[in-house]
């Protein structure tokens, strides 16, 4: 499962009589856990109706080739979902970078930073304080 | 399967239909460095399926064994790759030998 953004669209005349009439949709990753292949994008079928620059939920896998109704179909990823919202807490935003330069990039557009971060609030209460000892 | 700590929630109102109802998190993936298990840094996103909570330890299950944590009559159908599949109380490790217990809190 990937939670990445739509980065454009392939446009194809001649595929393979199982796929007629699918969109196929470029996603960056954000996160990808043990990628498949060593790539920054994925190709995933788009049945949701996603557009270029939004955030998508991509599901890869032999689960998401069944968005098609046929096992047969040479698909590999799909896309879930539009993402209208990311909750994360605060401080997990800026993680390691991994294997995807994208990653450090993470900046959905719709994020969301949760969960007071203790030790600042507690330096903000100590620091009026003090602030207002002299 | 693999552990992690919860750390968002993913939220989306067009998703195909077969995903309707279920919530997505986002799991930081935990190390086996020891009795610590900081965190990777590497985050993923996994649907839940038993009310996990941010600061929640659970163990994500992935691929078809992802799919059977939501089995349905129609199993093949239900399109989920990655599922959170049990919340963690404790972990058993070893530790100079010795088998140490770790709760979560």
Redesign the interface.
Known sequence: ???GRLVGTVWATKKNPRIENLKLAIVRPY?W?NPSHDVEHVVAVD????EVGQDV?V??????R??AGD?RCPIEA????????????RG?EH????PFALRAQFKPT?LVR??ADEGMTGGEERGGGERGTP | MMLGRVVGEVWATRKNPRIEGRKALLVAVLGQDGEKRTPTGEVVVAFDSIGARIGHTVAVAWGSGARAVFAAPDNRWTLVDAAVARIVDAVLVEKDGKEVEERED
């Open positions: 499962m990937i939670l996160f856990y049945q949701v109706g996603a939920l599901c890869v896998g032999q689960p998401g069944w968005v096992y799909s896309v879930m979902a539009i993402v209208d919202r990311v909750e994360i807490e997990c993680a390691a970078p991994g719709t949760v969960g």
